[in-house]
Every structure is written in C-alpha cells, then in structure tokens.
C-alpha cells in the first residue's frame, strides 16, 4: 500500500531547519529537566508525596472558591485540577501535601480534607471517587527509580545499535531517542501536564518506538550504501534510503497516532495524560528519525569520510 507515490525529497538538505526546531523544543525539554529536579514542576504525588483525593460535587462549583474555601482550613497548597470527558462533570481531582488546620490528630489527611469541604461549601454534597496517599519518602523513591529506568533504557539501546549496526548509528540512534524524551518532557510542561508514573511510562514506551522507527530507516541507509561505493554520493544514499521508506513510515505512524488519538478521547481521565504524551511523542518520533537521526550519521561521515569507506567495504 502507497499512500505517498515516488518522492525525491532533500531530507538531509533540511536539516538545518530541523536542527533549529529541535534546538528550541530540547531548550524547553532541558528547562523543565531542571524543574523537575529542583522540585519545582508540577509532580504528581506518585514523586512529591501528599494526599489525592478525586469526587465529584452534586451541582457545579467555581475552581477558585472551592481553592478559597480549602484555604480557609489550611489547605492553602492544594492542587486542584477539572476532569473533563465521560461521565466526570463537576468531578475535580484535589491534591494536597500537608494536612489541614484544626483536624483531629486521629484523622487523616483525606478525611480533614473532606470535613473542610462540607465545611466550606454545605449545600454542594462532594461525593468521593477515590483517595490516595503517598509519603515523602516513597514519592522520593519513586523518583530515583524513574530516572534510572530511563537511563537504564538508553544505554540499552546504546549497545543494541552498536551490536547490530555500527558505532555511529548507535550513537545516532542513543541521541534521538534522548531528544524525543527531552522534546515531549517539554511538551507536557509547556501543557502545565502533571509529571507522574504514567508520565514516565508513556517516555519508556516512546523510547521503544522511536528507536523502531529509526532501526528501520538505518537499515534502509545500510541497504542503500551499496549504492554509495558506485556513485560516491553517501547524502544521495540517505536522502534515498528516507524517500523509499516515507510510505512505510506514514503509514505505520499515522495507524499508530489513530490508536493513541482513541485512548486519548474515549477513555478516561486516567489514561489521559499517557496518551497525551505518547500521541505527541509518535509525531516526534517519526520526525527524529528522518531529520535527527540519519542527518547525525551524515555529519559523522563528513567528518570521517575514509573510516566510512573502509567500513562499507
């Protein structure tokens, strides 16, 4: 199946473009890198421990004097976010850290935060879907088990390439992968997304896509250095790897998208930040393999044309 016919595009010509675009979107990426671990960007309370509590109240309430109203008990550093879609009107998941003023000392930080709603608001029943609760130190954990899983994952793909391809596509393909982590990390925190577990998840999983999409556009490359030991034209050899695979590579990211884009309409709130993440993480990574990945190999060589040579051979 051909959804494009025969192209003749000057991917690698482009590229600088791309680099430029990248540039800005791996600032933005690299910035909120830096919040997250100065404890400043928006965690979920999986990484910055506190209390969750989701519900829905019987008639519609303004966000800013339900946030008033908590602060009135204490709540001053509460976190309140609208849950959109399905069957979740007037239903808001409020996050807190610390506990109330003036709750009894036996009860826990949800149930003060309950009693201060019925407190402030008594003709707006506030039903309770669900609670819950993480302390500091397992938020603290949690947070140095995620960033070892993603460091974990991409010094696998380091040597994954390294084994079946060559030192350069390796590094190549370890570079991309790490741009699109970085470029949709920025993408959620420009969105003010929380940064949770499922966060997190959704980056492993694009990693893993990613570095698919790329192995198949570096084996295209290898197939068409056949051609570059005839004609001496190695940006010519990639420029035609790209365009012969452009077909393949729409098809398999816009069926992939149209997946993603399902999960992030029709199901729930839970789910909606990983498909959010992964959904835009899909373009990228389409993107990072045609105007990251192969122009990085083409610069290598540039700069190392006789090694190049005698590993073709």
């Not at 008639?59 to 339900?66: A, M, R, Y």
């Not at 608001?121 to 947070?143: A, I």
């Not at 793909?157 to 084994?163: G, P, S, V």
């Amino acid at each position: 199946m051909q959804i494009v016919g025969k192209t003749n595009i000057d991917f690698i010509g482009l590229r600088k473009y791309a680099w430029t675009f990248s540039g800005i979107m791996l600032i933005i990426g690299i910035i909120s890198l830096v919040w997250i671990f100065v404890g400043q960007a928006d965690l979920s309370i999986d990484f910055a421990g506190g209390t969750l509590v989701q519900g829905a109240f019987e008639k519609p309430i303004d966000v800013s004097n339900l946030r008033n109203g908590l602060a009135n008990d204490g709540f001053s550093d509460a976190s309140i976010q609208a849950v959109f879609g399905g069957t979740y009107e007037n239903t808001y998941n409020i996050k807190v850290k610390s506990a109330g003023a003036g709750g009894a000392e036996d009860q826990t930080v949800a149930e003060q935060l309950l009693a201060a709603i019925k407190q402030e608001f008594p003709d707006n029943t506030f039903k309770m879907d669900s609670v819950q609760e993480v302390g500091p130190t397992v938020g603290q954990e949690l947070q140095t088990q995620a960033q070892k899983a993603v460091v974990i994952a991409l010094l696998g793909i380091l040597i994954y390439i390294w084994i079946r391809f060559d030192f350069r596509f390796s590094v190549a393909a370890t570079i991309c992968t790490f741009h699109d982590v970085l470029v949709v990390l920025g993408f959620m925190f420009l969105l003010q997304r929380e940064i949770s577990l499922l966060v997190v998840s959704a980056l492993l999983t694009l990693a893993g896509y990613s570095l698919t999409d790329t192995v198949v556009v570096f084996d295209r490359i290898r197939e068409s250095l056949k051609q570059f030991r005839k004609r001496g034209d190695f940006v010519g050899a990639v420029n035609g790897a790209i365009n012969d695979m452009l077909s393949r590579t729409i098809i398999t990211s816009l069926t992939t998208f149209i997946a993603v884009l399902v999960v992030l309409f029709l199901c729930g709130a839970v789910v909606r930040d990983f498909a959010l993440a992964l959904s835009f993480g899909v373009l990228i990574g389409t993107y990072s393999s045609i105007f990251v990945a192969a122009p990085i190999v083409v610069e290598w060589e540039a700069r190392s044309p006789k090694r190049f040579a005698a590993t073709t051979k």
